[in-house]
């Protein structure tokens, strides 16, 4: 979905997406910074002080909804490349206002020269050493091999992890079509199949036809700057070495078949019987994965069967809460009734980083600002039950 707030009124542009968009943010801030940000870049930070429109929304559960306002067409008349965030584009419209667009997953990266460009996902050959194929114009690099013992590379930051084949090395080419990179049979019969999002290098793991027993597959893994951690729940996580918040995760592996399932997450036939194992063998750490032999084998299966490692940049867009942003009454002081301007989610930011849990008895409350061109947003989370979370944001007079 994407946000776009315009100086002197406010729409939702209904699942408008970047192109092969996953979904999270590059530098690890949270939905609401991500607002703030792109709120600084729509009215800038200069000591004049833009007042948006009042615009109706937010009601209490005692009012009654007001009169709708028909806004004119708005045609945007070029894009304000100087306002752009990793989030966010600004355009100029016809009629004078200004319209940010604020969307979930990143739209741009930074270039070498620290400006912010659209991003492109397409693989392109490239002459790194050791690499054939890659992508730069993204939120992170990945880079693909020719040898099998060298598949691919994900870097970040000074940061990286190497993906390669255990064995023996043996030469391989890489089949690139946009975003999607093969390695066609590479891995005892199985394809190995990457695709380049703005948020994930994703990797699959393609079985054509029922393998004649149990099947597993083991992966060199090179880190820079990191260690990996394997997870209770079955992901890796890589972190720094004083330790933290994970710069990247492998969530846990699921494995899907070919046949349609309306009521499955992945459109198909799936199950969440695979494993992911970090092990140290001969000085360098492995990933093993292994699929469930009986679901392979079951035959009610309709191949080919894909199983999905994940390589993510930690936090994405899928982890963050849901949120509503509008202006609020102006005349009325900004905290002194919570439940003018509720949302129910299933949790919030409190103040000073954190998340307030949805839990126990009793309202508990906690606020947040970020300064907005001399004024503030404020977010505002009352927690009003054991289930239930409100969440007011505000413009902040």
Known sequence: MALAATVGGTAVLSDQRPEGSASAHDDGTGLFDRLGDAARGLVGDGPGRPRPEVISAGLSVHEKAPAAKVWPPQKRVKELTGKRTANSKTYQLSDGRTQAEISAAPVHYKDSKGRYQAIDTTVRPTNEKGYVQGNRTNSFTSLFGDSSEELARFERDGR?????????????????????????????GADVVYDVTPTALKEEIVLREVPAGPVSWTF??????????QREDGSIAFVRAGGGEPVFVMPPPFMYDDKDDKNSPHGKVWSEKVTQKVALAGGRSTITVTPDAGWLADPARVYPVVVDPTIKIQPVPDDAQDVQIYKGNPGHA?????????????KGYKSGGGVLPVGGR????????????????GYRVVQTGPNSVNVGTYWLN
């Open 220 to 229: 060199t893994l090179g880190t820079a700057g990191l260690t990996a951690q």
């Open 334 to 346: 900004y905290g002194q009734d919570p439940t003018t301007w509720p949302l129910k989610v299933g």
């Open 362 to 377: 009793g309202a508990q409350a906690a606020t947040r600002t970020v300064d907005v061109g001399g004024s503030s947003i």
């Open 160 to 188: 990286s992890i190497e993906l390669g084949l255990s064995g023996a090395a043996k030469a391989v080419m890489p089949k690139v079509s946009g975003s999607t990179v093969t390695y066609a049979g590479v891995a005892g």
